[in-house]
């Protein structure tokens, strides 16, 4: 049978207090939602159905990307009833597995314990919290098989004691589905249609349900309120750590650093506290990150430094660099080997060729920076003329006095030696020095005005 997976996403979460749908709000930098649809697409479906209803052309428009079939769920009336307005798209002959858009952390390969288990009949995850709260109660018979699935409100005192929960995963057959979908009503505190009634109905036919129980609880953990949402933001970057320590890279303290995309490290990487990596990072061979760094779309190649406090958006850094402290790599920033661009340096849409240094104070944007250049500190490059951006272009072997500003367009040729203070609105010479400031002059008996008094 082909896989087709259903994800119920339409709840609004109330007690979240926000205009935001519960789905979209963020762990890890991303929606809850599209931690589920990453799981659900390891499994390789051939087909993920997402029930979306409240904010539904806002979810919608989170996720452009094709392949998604959308179902709406005009009024919320019970996972069961959800997952009635997704069946004329289900398959007759499909093996079912229900996710839910707000449990983010279910792993691919406990689901594929769960679609195993689907084979017998129904197959249900389970899983033993701390603290079971308002979860669903999982009930046995006196042999241990599953007998029913309890919600909290209709729970007998009992019942409530019962420490394995329902996590509100199902995989089945739609053969077994469609037919037990009919069969169930709202007569309940709720009046809502469950989901979970589906293991009363098995069991009154004789249909094997099988529970799985998840090997860490808080795959099971929903969000309902945002101190919920910030307890998985913290399993979930736990969880990051220990895969980075695994891996071999040295963390000085695993509770503090957040991977909010995908993090790659090569060989003997350090990171020091406090850093944020987002997007997609590669960290070769023996680089090590400072404090209070943060990383975005960024490539570094091996043995780089980057020091405290500097911050990288959408650059690539080559081999042998030492960035910062408090550095800024602007989108567009490319690093040769062996160059230094050291404290309070903005380089915007720039490439710096091999041997370069900006050591500190300047900045540099849309420009073309041979190999061997000193940016002298205070430095800037005026790109923008008011209407558009303009390019400098500054050849191998230069050296830019303290205090330059270079008005583009602009060319600095090869072996040019720039006077400190100096405005640069010409190309020059190359192999020259180049001084373009006005003359000092000291004024003989100058006073200054006296205030008035008053």
């Given at each position: 049978m082909a896989l087709e997976i259903l994800i119920l996403a339409a709840g609004q979460g109330k007690r979240m207090r926000s205009s935001l749908p519960k789905v979209l709000h963020p762990l890890a930098g991303r929606a809850l939602l599209a931690h589920v649809l990453d799981t659900a697409r390891a499994l390789k479906p051939a087909k993920v159905i997402v029930v979306h209803g409240h904010g539904a052309e806002q979810v919608k428009q989170a996720f452009p990307e094709g392949g998604l079939h959308w179902v709406l769920q005009a009024e919320q009336l019970g996972t069961a009833h959800a997952v009635m307005q997704a069946m004329p798209q289900v398959s007759a002959d499909a093996e079912v597995l229900v996710l839910y858009g707000d449990v983010p952390l279910v792993r691919a390969a406990t689901l594929e314990r769960l679609l195993e288990a689907a084979r017998e009949g129904l197959a249900v995850l389970t899983a033993e919290p701390s603290d079971p709260a308002a979860y669903g109660r999982i009930v046995r018979d006196g042999t241990g098989r599953v007998k029913r699935i309890v919600e909290l409100r209709d729970a007998s005192p009992a019942e409530r004691a019962i420490r394995e929960i329902n996590a509100g995963f199902y995989a089945l057959a739609a053969r077994r589905l469609a037919p037990w979908l009919k069969k169930i009503d709202n007569r309940n505190a709720q009046k809502e249609y469950y989901l979970t009634d589906l293991v009363g109905l098995a069991v009154g036919e004789g249909t094997p349900v099988v529970a799985v129980k998840a090997e860490h609880a808080w795959e099971a953990a929903g969000v309902n309120s945002k101190a919920e949402l910030a307890r998985l933001e913290r399993q979930y970057q736990a969880n990051a750590a220990e895969k980075l320590l695994e891996a071999g890279v040295t963390l000085a303290d695993p509770a503090r650093i957040d991977v909010r995309g995908e993090l790659e490290c090569g060989r003997d990487v350090s990171i020091d506290v406090n850093c944020v990596f987002e997007g997609r990072v590669t960290l070769g061979d023996g680089v090590s990150v400072g404090p209070n760094c943060v990383l975005r779309n960024t490539?570094?190649?091996?043995?780089?430094?980057?020091?405290?406090?500097?911050?990288?958006?959408?650059?690539?850094?080559?081999?042998?660099?030492?960035?910062?402290?408090?550095?800024?790599?602007?989108?567009?920033?490319?690093?040769?080997?062996?160059?230094?661009?050291?404290?309070?340096?903005?380089?915007?849409?720039?490439?710096?060729?091999?041997?370069?240094?900006?050591?500190?104070?300047?900045?540099?944007?849309?420009?073309?920076?041979?190999?061997?250049?000193?940016?002298?500190?205070?430095?800037?490059?005026?790109?923008?003329?008011g209407a558009s951006k303009n390019r400098t272009v500054i050849e191998d072997d230069c050296f830019i006095g303290s205090d330059t500003t270079l008005v583009a367009p602009v060319r600095v040729a090869r072996g040019s030696y720039i006077g400190a203070g100096s405005t640069i609105s010409k190309d020059t010479p190359a192999g020259q020095l180049t001084v373009a400031r006005a003359r000092q002059v000291s004024v003989p008996g100058w006073k200054p005005k006296k205030k008035e008094k008053g």
């Open positions: 490539q570094v190649r091996k043995e780089t430094q980057l020091l405290a406090f500097s911050h990288l958006d959408d650059a690539e850094v080559g081999e042998r660099c030492r960035i910062g402290p408090y550095a800024r790599l602007r989108p567009g920033a490319q690093l040769a080997e062996d160059v230094h661009v050291g404290n309070f340096v903005e380089v915007k849409a720039s490439r710096l060729g091999a041997g370069s240094k900006a050591n500190h104070l300047a900045y540099i944007g849309d420009s073309e920076i041979g190999a061997r250049v000193n940016y002298g500190a205070g430095s800037i490059t005026c790109n923008y003329d």
